[in-house]
């Protein structure tokens, strides 16, 4: 027990201060699901096929939706401009957001952020305005992608713990994050604004093949990691989680906003817990992790592209993802969580 809890603490400090796990956490993950799952005493050969197995599907989506996205860039951005400029701005940021949101779960929440990026490098927007869609999207992104097991890690990764199907995620959490995103497409219409007098922004530069395959082994790698992570931390799990009330399992998943919460999912999830107790993990890990870059893999990339800093992403992330955070749990608490 003394070994896991190392291991757990060592995941989830050593992302969030040093610089090259951070910039490796793939690798650094891996490393530490094999790691924990021997000293959690669960690594055999049945853990291992499955480890090997989960992937599989995330990866091949994420590989087959990047070369698309290489060879039809172009194509897009023009179909992007040609697009926005037939209807209403506001209706199109609208489209966007909620389009992308639900997009994710089929396209992976990776290949939705670069499509993000590419129609957010031809608006003409204002810095604040450009911001403010790119976080109020990836909120979007996050949430929809976790409606099936290819959308992001976290839904492959909960899908495989639970040994549920398909359309398990879509039946447990689809009816709190579907309206989610259609207000947070709504919410960006409000918000944000077109430049006037600017004109079309130049795109985003083409993805290398390197890049995609690189980008597709690393996906394969950090849901093997965390696979083997989940089941190592089960002991931790029934020990300390199983009793705590889903209440304050979901503020406690704020820490969501600087972790990854396909990590924290993988350590949090167990079979043992009721449906209401993952559904108060699912929707604190998937809410939080949009206030701030490092909670979310659409994060970290959008703001890798558009040049986003951490304060400019957390003064717009940190209030949005407060003010949903209090909805939900009010909803939560209404319908008797």
């Avoid at 395959?213 to 394969?220: A, C, E």
């Amino acid at each position: 027990m003394i070994g896991l809890l190392i291991i757990l603490l060592l995941v989830l400090f050593l992302p969030f201060t040093v610089k090259v796990v951070e910039h490796n956490l793939e690798y650094f993950l891996f490393i530490m699901g094999i790691l924990a799952a021997f000293v959690g005493g669960v690594l055999d050969t049945k853990l291992l096929v499955q480890a090997l197995e989960d992937p599989i599907k995330i990866t091949l989506a994420v590989l087959l939706a990047g070369l698309l996205f290489k060879w039809f860039q172009n194509q897009l951005g023009h179909a992007i401009t040609a697009f926005s400029n037939k209807i209403p701005f506001p209706l199109f940021i609208a489209i966007v957001v909620i389009g992308l949101g639900f997009l994710s779960s089929i396209i992976t929440a990776i290949i939705a952020a670069l499509v993000l990026v590419l129609i957010i490098s031809n608006l003409p927007l204002q810095r604040r305005h450009e911001v403010l869609l790119t976080v109020i999207a990836c909120f979007s992104i996050g949430l929809g992608a976790a409606l099936t097991p290819i959308g992001e890690p976290l839904s492959t990764i909960v899908t495989s713990k639970m040994g549920e199907d398909f359309l398990y995620l879509l039946e447990l959490v689809g009816p709190f994050v579907i309206p989610g995103v259609i207000v947070l497409g709504i919410f960006a219409a409000l918000v944000v604004k077109r430049r006037e007098g600017l004109g079309l922004q130049s795109s985003t530069e083409t993805e290398s093949y390197k890049e995609i395959i690189v980008r597709s082994v690393k996906i394969y790698l950090f849901v093997f990691g965390l696979t083997m992570l989940g089941a190592g931390f089960e002991p931790l799990i029934n020990a300390y989680l199983l009793d705590l009330s889903p209440k304050i399992l979901y503020w406690v998943n704020m820490i969501s906003a600087v972790l990854d919460n396909a990590t924290l999912a993988a350590a949090e999830v167990s079979p043992a817990m009721s449906a209401s107790t993952i559904e108060a993990i699912l929707l604190g890990l998937l809410i939080s992790g949009g206030m701030l870059i490092p909670g979310n893999i659409p994060n970290i990339i959008s703001a890798g592209k558009l040049n986003i800093t951490s304060k400019e992403w957390a003064r717009a992330g940190v209030p949005i993802g407060l003010a949903i955070m209090v909805i939900y749990f009010v909803i939560l608490i209404v319908i008797g969580f």
